[in-house]
């Protein structure tokens, strides 16, 4: 949150010295020092990838997290990356739904970055295994984000489709 403050000439004269060095530290160096902590949290992931002992499925936790916390720093590259490794160690038929989630955040993902055609490829596939399987909230959410897909590419009466369904 940020305050604003406001000082009058007179309430600007009445500061001193000791007074002026708490509020320098504050206004300048605390900004560096919530950056910093916000990278750690990505830096520990990275640290815990460079273990030699984790099992597939550590590194696929580790990897959704690190596209996450890059999703949220709008860092959409590298949270692709990231995401990509993960959903290449899901074989079976008990990861589908992982693979299902997976591609929902790929779409949105590249629906962030632009590429609509691709993002609508991986919600499409997303969006197939929760009508499959009955999530209708899912479902829903999904369409939506393909509502908004088509409109970015002006085709409306798609758009109006995914709308209705």
Not at 50 to 69: A, C, F, G, H, R
Not at 102 to 116: A, E, F, K, P
Request: a positive charge.
């Amino acid at each position: 949150m940020a305050y604003l403050i406001e000082l009058t000439k007179n309430d600007f004269m009445k500061l001193n010295v000791n007074t002026l060095l708490p509020l320098t530290f504050v206004l300048f160096f605390l900004p560096i020092f919530s950056f910093s902590q916000e990278k750690t949290k990505i830096d520990s992931l990275r640290d815990k990838l460079e273990k030699q002992d984790l099992s597939l499925n550590e590194k696929s936790k580790i990897w959704n997290q690190l596209s996450y916390e890059y999703h949220k720093k709008e860092g959409y590259s590298k949270a692709i990356h990231y995401k990509m490794r993960e959903l290449k160690l899901y074989h079976s038929p008990e990861d589908d739904s992982l693979i299902a989630s997976g591609n929902d955040r790929l779409g949105l993902m590249y629906y962030h970055i632009g590429s609509y055609g691709i993002a609508s490829q991986y919600f499409l596939k997303a969006l197939k295994y929760f009508e499959n399987h009955n999530f209708p909230s899912k479902v829903g959410q999904i369409s939506s984000n393909l509502a908004n897909v088509y409109t970015r590419i002006e085709n409306h009466n798609k758009a109006i489709e995914y709308l209705n369904i």
